[in-house]
């Protein structure tokens, strides 16, 4: 059981916007940044967005992350068939001194 | 542009070691600005947390595993390692390296990932 809470699944249709949610408490979330990766399927995860809100270069900026209190949410605006994936939220938790993941959430494109 | 590799045996049987090395290039393991850690997803799963490690050799073993899981750094060999023992069907995973970013931040580079499967 994680620390850390995300719905397990996700969808929407093409150029549609969806949001995954990760839930934590203040040892985790409400204390640190949040990592967000994208694990297409069959590679190594990938990071979308770090420090809350910020994306890599190279990350389109359809993708965007935000946080609020012990709630992070991140946002998939103009929906892709190539954005099928699984989504992790991860921050850092002080109980552990060790990062930690959500639990994933499979997003489909319908 | 930082690369991280995994590399080890492939199949694993029960009871036995799981020895594993991360190789980075475009980076150095000796960067006081980063941690370097495994972490594991088994089939269908998500993702595990295993262990982080210092250049200075400081480390830290999610509590789950910690009685059976060692870390080591190589620093003249630009790698990092991960030793897991007593090995049961359990543990079969892809087993990934990846660079944590300063402290209590995460990971902005992974390796590929190696898939190790634990059977007799």
């Known amino acids: 059981q994680s620390v850390v809470t995300q719905p397990p699944s996700a969808s929407g249709t093409p150029g549609q916007r969806v949001t995954i949610s990760c839930s934590g408490s203040?040892?985790?979330?409400?204390?640190?940044?949040v990592y967000w990766y994208q694990q297409l399927p069959g590679t190594a995860p990938k990071l979308l967005i770090y420090?809350?809100?910020q994306r890599p270069s190279g990350v389109p900026d359809r993708f965007s992350g935000s946080k609020s209190g012990t709630s992070a949410s991140l946002a998939i605006s103009g929906l892709r068939s190539e954005d099928e994936a699984d989504y992790y939220c991860?921050?850092?938790?002080?109980?552990?001194?060790?990062?930690?993941f959500g639990g994933g959430t499979k997003l489909t494109v319908l | 542009q930082v690369l991280l590799h995994e590399s080890g045996p492939r199949l694993v049987k029960p009871s036995e070691t799981l020895s594993l090395t991360c190789t980075v290039s475009?980076?150095?393991?000796?960067?006081?600005?980063?941690?370097w850690s495994w972490i594991r997803q088994p089939p269908g799963k998500g993702l595990e947390w295993i262990g982080y490690?210092?250049?200075?050799?400081?480390?830290n073993y999610n509590p789950s595993l910690k009685s059976r899981v060692t870390m080591s750094i190589a620093i003249f060999k630009n790698q990092f390692s991960l030793n897991l023992t007593s090995v049961t069907t359990a543990d079969t995973a892809v087993y990934y390296c990846?660079?944590?970013?300063?402290?209590?931040?995460?990971?902005?580079?992974w390796g590929q990932g190696i898939l190790v499967t634990v059977s007799s």
């Open positions: 475009g980076g150095s393991v000796t960067s006081g600005s980063h941690y």
């Open positions: 991860g921050p850092w938790d002080d109980s552990l001194s060790a990062p930690v």
């Open positions: 990846a660079r944590g970013i300063g402290d209590y931040e995460g990971f902005d580079y």
């Open positions: 203040s040892s985790n979330i409400g204390s640190h940044y």
């Open positions: 420090r809350n809100d």
């Open positions: 490690i210092y250049y200075s050799g400081s480390t």
